[in-house]
């Protein structure tokens, strides 16, 4: 594969992302509870991901790597939950925002492990990142006086998981293909979701019964099984931090879906948000360009 296409691939992974919030609202608005639709992903993404293996891998896996591919899973998991902990106490557009700060963490952590200093372009990269974000997610005129504590914990610590998760994709399992990765990794998260979320849904009939398992199937797919392939392909080829600035395309998805698909109201200051990420997360490939035909 050309170089060009990993950060691509990153891009699009984060795409994925950003459906998810705009998917959850739709089957709370069918009568199922943000719980149940985020349980049904995990569980069914694991599904989709055995599915995969068999058809593609036609063998028995083999389980290798094993602190990686535990600590991946119980990230992807923790995000979603903790995340939704946010949510219940801020408005989704702050816990958002807080949920972004993965790119400044995820760039630390970078930072630390490969004992150097933030590059210039990658701080105005993140200044660029911070600011379209709160304005494409709409907080400007937000009181925030009332929010409690609690809210920006769990926020915080949203933004931290994605950022480990990001951090945790980059080690290379040696011997393991991709397919064996997500189905581990898939395996590892839906047992973390177990204790965290609501599994009765299983057993109950809520899953197959009540038509969850639509959302399940398009929160799988696009929460776990394509993002996590990808990135499993992409991360270890493009690094940490740079992968922490092209995931922001998760934001301006995530307010062009629930438009389309919610019919919220989309303003100025959010297209210039939009805008402003997209310059924000071009800067470092743009610096790469020019400097490589200098």
Sequence with gaps: ????????????????????????????RDG??????????????????????????HKVPKFGGGFTLVIAGLFTATTGTV???????MPA??????????????????????????KRIEVISLVFLFGGTILAAGIIDADLSGIPWQGWAWGM????SFASFVTINQRVVEGMDTETRLLFTSFFAAIA???????????????????????GLILGLFGIVIPIYLF????PKVGGAM????????????????????????????????????????????????????
């Design 1 to 28: 594969m050309k170089q060009w296409m990993y950060p691509l691939l990153i891009i699009f992974a984060a795409s994925c992302y950003g459906i998810l919030s705009t998917i959850i609202k739709l089957a709370i």
């Design 32 to 57: 199922f509870t943000a719980a149940e639709a985020v349980t049904s992903q995990y569980f069914v993404g694991f599904f989709i991901a055995l599915i995969v293996f068999i058809i593609v891998r």
């Design 83 to 89: 995340y939704g902990q946010a949510v219940e106490y």
């Design 93 to 118: 557009s702050l816990a958002v925002v807080m949920l972004f700060q993965f790119t400044w963490v995820g760039m630390l952590f970078d930072c630390i492990a490969k004992r150097r200093l933030p």
């Design 157 to 160: 610590a949203s933004a931290v």
């Design 193 to 215: 979701i177990f204790f965290f979320q609501t599994p009765e849904i299983v057993w109950n009939g809520t899953l197959f019964g009540g038509g969850l398992w639509i959302y």
């Design 232 to 235: 499993s392909i992409a991360v």
């Design 243 to 294: 992968t922490s600035i092209l995931s922001a395309m998760e934001l301006p998805v995530a307010v062009t879906a629930s438009v389309i698909l919610l019919g919220e109201t989309l303003t100025i200051l959010q297209v210039v948000g939009i805008l402003v990420i997209l310059i924000g997360m071009s800067l470092p490939s743009l610096e790469h360009r020019r400097l490589k035909y200098l």
